[in-house]
């Protein structure tokens, strides 16, 4: 997600500044009415670190993108993990764009980090096994020294729960934040019934993670209480899904439990665990110890050199999407990574980005991004003067979708300028 700070002012002020774009992003309904309460405890929860890690697979991306060497992105940065990842293939300059102030810290931190640390084994330690003292002492040894004053005050101060936040890479970053707060309560919830997420990251086979799913986790799907919860805006919550996005991941079907056991079900069977990380993050709440295991493409050690020599190719904005391009001169932007951040859109904030896209983008530019649903949002809210101007290849959509290893969502969408 984006936002932007406004310069001078109390820290109040500042505060402040940072959550207006968030709330003019989610709220759409008086405060006191059900769907306002809603979104504005979506607000709450979206204000602090939500992301360790991105959600979205960036080798569908790269594939998506066709990425060549000099060519100028733009991007919602989340946990990172997808920009970090684009410069491994293709050299590429890369803004990174988000609301969330906890991303725009971690993502400083990550691409620091790349540049700064003694070397591979250091920054495997400290992202892919992210639970070692040896991190924190890191941190100030490598790492302090060459951060902003706003990045050091995010990571050296204190969560909620009093904990210095640069600890949380010595005890395991992923238990941290709300997806990992979530996924953590989701294995208890598992565990009160009986049943151990864990045990699928021991199947040797398709054919076993296939059992394993059907026996210790498509029955928690048939409980009364659990397809109750599951049927509450509130609890998705936790995997950054706003009150507005809830109907569309639902789609057809008539119960939200069907939804999610279906986008679980292709997480846990449809990708074999050698190569799929983000099973091991949602089943195991981290990558497989050791570097025995699948990681994204930035933290593989085969590519940590080209990674390392190219991590200053990106800049980290606070601000919206929007807002961001409205800066842009016309026909500067070869491709533009949008995650899911259209799904929480109005028609009005579609439209005002659809024409900045359509005014920055470069002959032949590629627009990327995810969908709650199975279908393009597009048609019917973004006008036709704009969208004619781009082709869609739908076909080619279905089949990204299916490769996509995170399993969350119902479509992936690439448009390309053709006029």
């Not at 864990?198 to 398709?206: C, F, G, I, N, V």
């Not at 200053?312 to 951040?341: C, K, M, P, W």
């Not at 869609?392 to 990204?400: P, Q, T, V």
Request: glycine share 8%; proline share 4%.
């Amino acid at each position: 997600m984006q936002g932007s700070l406004h310069k001078g002012g109390s820290g109040e002020a500042k505060k402040s500044s940072k959550n207006e774009r968030l709330r003019k992003a989610v709220h759409r309904h008086k405060a006191v009415s059900r769907e306002g309460i809603q979104e504005r405890l979506f607000t709450l929860a979206f204000s602090g670190l939500v992301y360790p890690q991105i959600w979205e697979d960036p080798v569908v991306d790269m594939e998506a993108l066709e990425l060549k060497d000099g060519e100028k992105l733009v991007a919602i940065a989340s946990g990172g993990c997808n920009i970090l990842s684009y410069l491994t293939e293709a050299d590429v300059q890369i803004t990174a764009i988000d609301l969330n102030p906890a991303h725009i810290a971690l993502n400083k931190l990550k691409l620091t980090a790349a540049q700064k640390l003694p070397g591979y084994a250091a920054f495997h330690r400290f992202f892919a096994e992210a639970d070692a003292s040896e991190n924190v002492r890191a941190y100030f040894t490598y790492l302090q020294p060459h951060l902003d004053e706003q990045t050091k005050k995010y990571w050296e101060s204190r969560d909620k729960l009093g904990r210095r936040r640069v600890g949380y890479f010595g005890r395991n970053l992923y238990r941290h934040g709300l997806l990992g707060t979530f996924i953590g309560a989701g294995h208890m919830l598992a565990r009160m019934h009986g049943a151990n997420p864990r045990k699928l990251l021991r199947a040797k086979s398709l054919s076993e993670q296939r059992q394993i799913f059907d026996r210790e986790l498509a029955p928690l799907f048939e409980k009364r209480h659990i397809r109750w919860l599951m049927n509450k805006p509130s609890a998705l919550f936790g995997l950054g899904i706003p009150p507005s996005q809830f109907e569309a991941l639902k789609g057809k079907e008539g119960h939200m439990a069907e939804v999610l056991r279906a986008r679980l079900e292709r997480l846990a069977c449809d990708f074999d665990l050698q190569d799929n990380y983000f099973a091991w993050q949602a089943f195991g709440r981290r990558y497989a110890s050791g570097g025995s295991g699948p990681l994204p493409p930035y933290l593989q050690k085969e590519k940590y050199e080209t990674l390392r020599a190219r991590a200053g190719n990106i800049e980290v904005v606070h601000a919206s999407f929007t807002e961001y391009l409205s800066r842009q001169d016309e026909s500067s932007v070869d491709g533009y990574v949008l995650l899911d951040a259209q799904d929480w859109m109005t028609d009005e904030q579609l439209t005002d980005l659809w024409r900045e896209i359509s005014r920055t983008i470069r002959p032949g530019g590629r627009v990327i991004f995810r969908t709650a649903g199975e279908e393009t949002i597009l048609p019917g809210r973004v006008p036709d003067e704009i969208l004619n101007r781009f082709s869609y290849d739908e076909e080619a959509g279905r089949a990204w979708t299916l490769k996509d290893r995170s399993s969350i969502y119902g479509g992936f969408h690439a448009y390309k300028l053709i006029n």
